[in-house]
């Protein structure tokens, strides 16, 4: 198939517009429910909300390693039957085989049919349950009819926090049903948009199969769909990926994972999350991310010795090459030509990596106390290497086979909560080359833009030394290193309107105050370069300061940098600074 048909790419760009909607989170409407509670005596229901106690504990059953979290809406079909403890976040799941467990349902419904049976116990949140005649429990059964102020990460757990949904909930779609032991999950969605695939749509199942109470092995598909035709052989119109992943949740869980495919991915350097990249890209015509052809396959594990720290280790093999910018539609500025997409360091490449990360934050997506610790360490090794072409100043010669480079990545960061309504937060990150050749341009860095110098332009800090640089603006240091602090306290706004059947509003939003420092530059004994064994001097870093206003799902903040001659900068954010 070498193109994907025009109506495929005219219903992706009308979705794309679509997601515009979606600006202000919606937020499940709260009307009352006819709840049936066999597990309390007759006549009395749970109308209020679920305690913070008993919520607390029910967000520690729903998150247990040994739960089976399913996406989308269940339908077990007659005669089918599951075992272990089942959980679902904010769909309905119909029963009418058999659970040998428990079931707990967040956010949504449950239904048993005349043919359903429950051998377990029942836990109802923010939604109803309704039992046919002939149904069976016989286990507790608890509902509470309010909807819980949870959210679900995105490895499927949940957390605290508003209870709404968040922008990319709308451009994804999924449907999970039973087929004798396993559960099959059909999902649909879309990357990033950007100028070299235009929206790529990922569509195809998951199969999870439990051999045992703590094992679990799941199997991942996807086909890629790219909306934006072109005539670049290193970017046909179709791609796949695929993961096959075994996990045993013992006391130190592990997990390994095999995955391989081909598909379109961003280079290291990245100005902001994909969503807004996306979105900046689709309207703006403006892609802050730049992008490479790979193909190959990897194999990684993760052991977790304790509940806080991970260990991680792994293996890849790729073949990357160059992509060029494709007439992808935009709303506006569709008459400007894109920014080229820059050439990259094409050939066959092996990376292994070892990586530590170190957990102990209260909340995964809105923190408030607690460290969050990740680094790693690759080497890069190739024995079949084109590279690009790059003047002197910023690299030497590089060897077509025999190369091979050091790099690492480090990102600290502490939540120190004041009062319930005020903290502190911090940050120091960085990394880059540590030795051998001269980094690939894939892998090169730039300081500079809305995340994480917001008082500075896109790449401000490139390392691009020529009198006329490249128009692509592709990012070539070496080496970066960040500071960042912010102040945050919590308003309690409590602003709402009804649309319809839906209600709309911010219940509470922080107040931000911050700054930041920091820089990039090229490493060697060259005029411009630092030398290897140093960092930058403090009085070549850039700084920043600004105020901003996080509605959890959007923000908006004004930033001044602080030695340069940059105007005041007003960024819109879809995610937290940090």
Known sequence: MKHVPQFVRRTAQLAGACMLLAAWSPLAAQDPAQVLNLGAPAGDTLRGAAPDSVLTRIIARFNDPRTTRLEGKLDLAPGASMGGTLALYGNIARIQGTVRGSVIILNGDLRISATGRVEGEIIVVGGRLTVAPGGVITGDTTVYERAAPVSRAPDGTVVRGKAGRSLTDFTTASASFALGPVATTLHAGAGTYNRTEGLPIRVGPSFLWRPGPKNTLQLDLNGVFRTASSSDANRPDVGWSGALTLRNAGKQPLSFRVDGGSVIAPMTSRAYSPLESGLSAFLLRRDYRDWFATRGWGLTGEWSPTKALSVSAGVQQSRERSVRATEAFSVFRSGE???ANPLIDEGRFQTASFGLGYDTRDDKLHPTSGWWLRSEIRRVTSNELTPASLPVEIRG?????????????????????????????????????????????QQRRAMGGGDPMAGYGFRFLNCDRRLRPDAAEPALCDRELLLQGEFRRTLELNFNTRVGGYAFGIQRADLVLFGD????????????QVPSNRIQTLGEWRSDVGAGFDAGHFGIYLAKAIADPESVRLLFRLQRRF
Do not use: C, E, K
């Not at 010669?397 to 005020?422: C, E, H, I, K, T």
């Not at 420092?517 to 411009?528: E, I, M």
């Open 517 to 528: 420092v920091g820089t990039a530059w090229l490493a060697g004994p060259g005029r411009g």
């Open 337 to 339: 030509a894109w920014r």
């Open 397 to 441: 010669a590089m060897p077509v086979s025999g190369y091979q480079s050091d790099q690492v990545d480090f990102d600290a960061r502490y939540y120190l909560r004041l009062n319930p309504r005020n903290s502190v937060h911090l940050r120091a990150a960085g990394g880059g080359w540590i030795g051998g050749d001269p980094l690939l341009v």
